[in-house]
């Protein structure tokens, strides 16, 4: 996807992602609910579906990558639902405008499968595509409300979840590091400095090292737009009276497994005004808590914290 820079920063597309533990088991029933509702409430008129990804559980098993058709896809729903599928991706964009673009993967262990890895369940969209998004109060509300499904239809809860502005950290050259000496941390770093009030998530690769303390109840990524917390979140971050407190007036919906969803703006893609860069510090303050902690946190990824991390004493950049 094409960068733009927002809020003085680089961003590439937009993400709304929920972490899984490896133990959670997720019925092909309710992944085909969360495909029906990102097809039914997240479209716009003129979207069409172009892709659909498919891998059938089970170690070893490679990805079936095809264009979208009705019969693969009435043919997909059945293996769905009989809970053979461990991935399904579905890719829809606005045939008069290429780069509006959405995607939703869900990689789950269906009940009964032999891989039990962790799993996620992700939106993201590009950045035009978001500005149509955010232009519609509804299509707001639609993609928080896809959010509290997604959360409150998975047994236990997700592990975490978040959705916001996102860049992938930059590729490294495996083989160069390769060449350095054993120990030496993957060159992998989310920003250290706050460009801005409003963030944008560093994610790929950074993700993909911190997924596992998220799975294993170490903390959040940061402060974003949307914040989905678990029980054990809201007790890092002082209890739900505490949060509720610092942030008044704030958008906080409960959640099932005593989870809290913490919305900081009513858009997802904020005008840049005074109050909205208040509004992202507060969250922060509120939140920080339960961040991951660099103390906590082994010397080969503590860089991937970025500027989120607890023991920081200040928000303001």
């Known amino acids: 996807m094409e960068k733009e820079t927002l809020y003085k920063q680089t961003a590439s597309y937009f993400s709304l992602r929920f972490f899984l533990r490896s ?9 085909l609910e969360l495909a029906n509702m990102f097809l039914s409430d997240l479209l716009f008129p003129g979207c069409r579906p172009v892709s659909l990804d498919t891998k059938l559980h089970g170690v070893g098993r490679k990805l079936n990558m095809g ?22 991706g579905i890719k829809v964009q606005t045939p008069d405008f290429p780069n509006q673009t959405i995607t939703l993967n869900v990689h789950v262990n269906p009940p009964g499968g032999t891989e039990f890895m962790s799993g996620d369940i992700d939106i993201y969209c590009s950045i ?9 109060p509804q299509k707001v509300e639609a993609l928080l409300q896809f ?10 809860g997700p592990a975490y979840g978040y959705g916001n502005l996102a860049l992938n950290s930059p590729r490294v050259d495996v083989m160069e590091w390769f060449k350095r000496p054993v120990g030496t941390p993957p060159p992998i770093n989310a920003p250290s400095e ?3 009030a409003i963030p944008v998530a560093c994610v790929g690769d ?28 809201v007790d890092m971050a002082g209890g739900e009276e505490e949060i509720r407190t610092k942030l008044p007036g704030w958008r906080i919906d409960s959640l099932d497994h005593g989870g809290l ?46 500027y989120f991390y607890r023991e920081r004493s200040s928000v303001v950049p």
């Open 23 to 31: 133990e959670t088991e997720v019925e092909g029933r309710f992944t």
């Open 67 to 88: 264009a979208f058709s009705e019969r693969r896809w009435n043919a997909s729903v059945k293996k769905i639902l009989a809970g053979q599928y461990a991935v399904v």
């Open 128 to 136: 035009p595509f978001l500005r149509h998004l955010a232009a519609s």
């Open 147 to 156: 959010g509290k499904t997604a959360w409150n239809g998975i047994d236990g």
């Open 194 to 196: 706050r460009l801005h």
């Open 206 to 233: 950074v993700d993909s090292n911190l997924a596992p303390l998220y799975c294993h109840g170490r903390g959040i990524k940061g402060a974003f737009w949307a914040n989905y917390l678990t029980r054990a979140h």
């Open 261 to 306: 969803l913490v919305v900081a703006t009513d858009s997802p893609l904020p005008d840049d005004t005074e109050e909205n860069r208040r509004r992202f510090l507060h969250v922060h303050a509120a939140l920080q808590p339960a961040f991951l902690s660099r103390e906590e946190t082994s010397e080969g990824k503590r860089q991937m914290l970025g």
